[in-house]
């Protein structure tokens, strides 16, 4: 199942699927459902070329405040490089994004 789509910089494509390899099964007490969360960790920058397996960050699996289990994010589709005005484009871009991100950290 695709739980993220970030952005991919220099790629034939801007966006990248993103799941796990594996399907994930916990066994819980039935009284802490509602506390159960998770949170996906992805990779900061992803730079195309990508291939489907590509590790891009990690999910964490909470059952109140305590990490129960933890699984790496895997890229689900290839992505070839852009051309180079795409490639380009996507450096000015990304340069003026963390301008941006640093600025108002």
């Known amino acids: 199942a695709v739980l993220a ?19 994930v099964f916990m066994t819980l007490p039935r009284n802490r459902n509602e506390e159960l969360r998770a949170r996906l960790n992805l990779d900061a920058d ?29 890229a689900l589709e290839n992505i070839e490089e852009g051309g180079l005005f795409k490639r380009l484009f996507d450096q000015v871009q990304r340069f003026f994004s963390n301008l941006i991100s640093n600025f108002t950290s």
């Open 46 to 74: 992803i730079q195309a070329p990508v291939a489907v397996g590509d590790d891009v960050g990690t999910l964490e699996v909470y059952l109140g405040e305590e990490m129960v289990g933890e699984r790496q994010l895997v």
């Open 5 to 23: 789509t970030p952005r991919v910089w220099g790629g034939d494509i801007n966006e990248l699927r993103v799941g796990v390899d594996e399907e």
